[in-house]
């Protein structure tokens, strides 16, 4: 089985930093793309920032500037630092991974559990 393990959400104030991190655990193959994504009471769940295995980044327009995905490819590790923050932030963060599981050339995508950001003005 495979599994996204995401921590460092919590309370910021505006203007203040936090840092998120996802680690994938279990039996991984491969790991494609890597992202966060963010979701807000009865709304749909957005892309915040992905990162390929090769580095190249993408990132919402409400983010840009602000955010940075990294990740560690010997980690099994994708980062999100988020400086700037706003109260217009708050919501549930989700990590993300296309992955290919050891053993299968048949990859599919896992989420995390989600993690609290609050942002108070």
């Known amino acids: 089985q495979v599994h996204l393990l995401e921590s460092g959400g919590g309370l910021a104030q505006a203007g203040g930093s936090l840092r998120l991190s996802c680690a994938a655990s279990?039996?991984?193959?491969?790991?494609?793309?890597m992202g966060w994504y963010r979701q807000a009471p009865g709304k749909q769940r957005e892309l915040v920032a992905a990162?390929?295995?090769?580095?190249?980044?993408n990132y919402a327009d409400s983010v840009k500037g602000r955010f940075t995905i990294s990740r560690d490819n010997a980690k099994n590790t994708v980062y999100l630092q988020m400086n700037s923050l706003k109260p217009e932030d708050t919501d549930v963060f989700y990590c993300?991974?296309?992955?290919?599981?050891?053993?299968?050339?048949?990859?599919?995508?896992?989420w995390g559990q989600g993690t609290q950001v609050t942002v108070s003005s």
């Open positions: 993300n991974a296309n992955l290919c599981p050891s053993g299968s050339s048949y990859c599919t995508v896992y």
């Open positions: 279990g039996s991984i193959g491969r790991i494609n793309v």
């Open positions: 990162i390929t295995n090769g580095g190249t980044t």
